[in-house]
């Protein structure tokens, strides 16, 4: 991770560490970027870059800006307006942008903000590029065989122009539909859109396909997103799906790009049921490329012993869904995700996307005719007791020898009846011990033993 940018994109509190003068420099140094890319092989048009953003009130003040960084290039702006990170991605694959940017700080609060950069194939940027862009936002860029003290502006006729490009949008709830392979009629759906970019959207997939479409929290008003609503407060959904009787329902976060369910009696259905569930489907289909799913080493120990009774291999990535889309693309897999609702399903798109994972559930829900909590019931989820503790450097604690045998004493007790991670925090001076075992009692027990080494040590703070 760089100075500004980390796994999900440059995300800070707005005018604090993420100002309208940051956006307004990416917007110059992209424009400018592909604007010379073009021209080293004698392309004279204007780079083509679009733009999407959620429900944040800064999200205007950010997308103003990008648009005067962009144009000031010579770059054109083509605006999605209120979207999803998914559709930001589809319509910079499909027609053909340079690049795009989504402006979303996820599931954070509303004050919080950030810029995802998207690549031309719908993918998280190269880190090449960050990288430029970083180099520019702290004035030492070196480009193209020189150093740049400034970026030429556009000038003339070859000043950019921002373009209206709500079509974008609307073309990829059509993709959505048409990805729809049975009627939804006669089924009872709950949709919670977080108060962010899925408000407009979601609703008009599922009514599409015939489904009984019951929303909460669909009434952006700039600073509620994610406030009590959404995939980070399920517990909203849980009860409105009991309270109304409904078959399922589905949770989204402010940009849309993760998806956790409710089952229609009320209980969550992670990420982790979610890989289970449609890992298993596409086996059965006969569809499961490479036998394989791609997970991350925080998902359920239980999830790993599901698979292993069923025959389904499974690959373990870092936390974050950059690392898990790598492993798929690297390795052809097609189906792979996280615990926390980011689900990629490489066939239909190249980043989470919560409003297909929610069609690939109701696929299976309605192919297989049984209900959510019958799919997700051979999944058996294991206690998990996970603590941090504060320490001087990250690295020495977890490479003392002590604290190392302390953890594979741990690992020989657990066998093949649980599973400790011991990790460090990328963003803090933090080590995280996680032990997932058959009761809370034995987890508790097994975390503080490596704690207490960590702490006799002296590696506490």
């Not at 034995?442 to 002296?458: L, P």
Request: hydrophobic content about 40%.
């Amino acid at each position: 991770m760089g100075k500004y940018f980390g796994t999900d994109g440059f995300r800070g509190t707005a005018n604090e560490n993420l100002t309208a003068d940051h956006a307004f420099k990416v917007g110059r140094f992209l424009g400018w970027y592909y604007g010379e890319l073009k021209r080293q092989k004698g392309d004279s048009s204007a780079p083509r870059i679009v733009i999407g953003k959620d429900t944040r009130l800064s999200s205007y003040m950010f997308e103003y800006s990008l648009v005067g960084g962009l144009t000031a290039s010579g770059a054109d702006a083509y605006l999605l307006h209120v979207t999803t990170t998914p559709s930001v991605a589809y319509v910079s694959r499909v027609d053909g942008f340079d690049c795009a940017i989504m402006i979303s700080a996820s599931h954070n609060p509303y004050y919080d903000n950030g810029l995802k950069l998207i690549n031309g194939q719908g993918e998280k940027m190269e880190d090449d590029v960050i990288n430029l862009v970083e180099a520019y936002l702290d004035g030492n860029l070196e480009a193209f065989g020189q150093k740049w003290e400034e970026l030429p502006f556009a000038k003339g006729e070859k000043i950019g122009k921002s373009i209206d490009y709500v079509s974008g949008r609307n073309r990829y709830i059509g993709y959505l539909i048409s990805l729809g392979m049975y009627s939804f009629r006669g089924m009872k759906i709950g949709l919670d859109c977080a108060n962010g970019a899925s408000w407009n959207i979601a609703k008009a997939v599922f009514d599409a396909l015939g489904a009984e479409t019951h929303v909460i929290n669909a009434e952006p008003n700039g600073t509620n997103i994610n406030r009590n609503a959404g995939s980070t407060h399920i517990e909203v959904l849980q009860k409105y799906v009991v309270e109304n009787n409904l078959d399922a329902g589905f949770a989204y976060d402010g940009d849309a790009d993760r998806c956790l369910c409710v089952d229609e009696k009320g209980n969550l259905i992670s990420g982790d049921h979610i890989l289970y569930i449609y890992g298993r489907y596409m086996k059965e289909k006969g569809t499961l490329i490479n036998n394989t799913v791609v997970a991350t080493v925080m998902s359920n120990f239980g999830l790993f012993k599901a698979f292993d009774e069923i025959g389904i291999n499974y690959a373990k990535t870092a936390v974050g869904d950059k690392y898990v889309y790598e492993y798929m693309k690297e390795n052809n897999c097609c189906i792979g995700g996280e615990q926390s609702g980011h689900i990629i399903f490489s066939k239909y798109a190249s980043t989470g996307d919560g409003i297909l994972t929610s069609l690939k559930i109701m696929q299976v829900i309605m192919s297989k005719k049984k209900k959510l909590s019958e799919l997700a019931a051979p999944l058996v989820i294991y206690p998990q007791v996970l603590e941090n503790i504060r320490v001087k450097d990250k690295t020495l604690a977890q490479n003392d020898p002590d604290v190392k045998a302390a953890v594979a004493k741990v690992a020989e007790k657990l066998g093949d009846t649980g599973r400790i991670l011991v990790r460090e925090s990328g963003t803090e001076p933090l080590v995280r011990v996680m032990v997932e075992a058959d009761s809370e009692e034995i987890c508790r027990k097994y975390v503080e033993e490596v704690i207490s080494v960590i702490k006799a040590n002296g590696h506490a703070v």
